[in-house]
């Protein structure tokens, strides 16, 4: 079945990084877009990044756009997402989806805290 573990959040003071990992398994991972959210508490969810499954073509939210990069290694059925500059607004759980046929696919979610 398909499977996405995302890991890498934690506390961070303002203006630091950190980088988002998601491992997938379950479906042919280098054939799929893929997408990183975040849901801050009392607020929808949002898509924050996109790949293609080359990575050729990637997209992004314009409050992250110069911040993040969304990277994949198809070698090793993962997905990044780094994260530069973080403030405040970038606290939120953190997840990676993918769409297979006509199903979204989530992970459990990793926290970024960004706090001084």
């Known amino acids: 079945q398909v499977q996405l573990v995302e890991s890498g959040g934690g506390l961070v003071q303002p203006g630091g990084s950190l980088r988002l990992s998601c491992a997938a398994s379950g479906f042919a991972f280098s054939r799929y877009s893929l997408r990183w959210s975040r849901q801050a508490p009392g607020k929808e969810r949002e898509v924050v990044a996109s790949?293609?499954?080359?990575?050729?073509?990637?997209d992004y939210k314009d409050s992250v756009k110069g911040r993040f990069t969304i990277f994949r290694d198809n070698a090793k059925n993962t997905v990044y997402l780094q994260m530069n500059r973080l403030n405040p607004d970038d606290t939120a759980v953190y997840y990676c989806?993918?769409?297979?046929?006509?199903?979204?696919?989530w992970g459990q979610g990793t926290q970024v805290t960004v706090s001084s």
């Open positions: 989806s993918v769409r297979v046929g006509s199903n979204d696919y």
């Open positions: 790949i293609s499954s080359t990575g050729g073509w990637t």
